[in-house]
C-alpha cells in the first residue's frame, strides 16, 4: 500500500522557488508548489511505507538547501 502525505516546508527568506525546482526532481514527490500562509511550500509525496516516507523527509527534503522546517501530514484514505 502506498502512503501519501503532505509536506508543508518553511524556507530561508528568498528560497521558495528554489526549493521548489530542488523539490521537483526527487523521486516520489508528485507535486510541489509555493504557497502562501505561515508554510512557503506545499509538497505532496508518495513512498510504499512509513519507513520509507520518514526516511524521504529526513534525507532528502530536510537536507534540501533554503529548508527550515517541515511537518508531515499523512493522507488519510477513506
Not at 10 to 16: C, I, R
Not at 47 to 62: S, T
Amino acid at each position: 500500500m502506498t502512503i501519501r502525505a503532505f509536506i508543508l516546508i518553511e524556507t530561508a527568506v528568498g528560497n521558495g522557488h528554489q526549493v521548489v525546482a530542488a523539490l521537483r526532481q526527487i523521486k516520489g514527490i508528485s507535486s510541489a508548489d509555493l504557497v502562501t500562509g505561515p508554510y512557503d511550500v506545499v509538497a505532496i509525496v508518495e513512498a510504499r511505507d512509513l519507513n520509507a516516507l520518514g526516511a524521504m523527509v529526513l534525507r532528502q527534503i530536510q537536507s534540501s538547501p533554503g529548508v527550515v522546517r517541515t511537518l508531515t501530514c499523512l493522507i488519510t484514505p477513506i
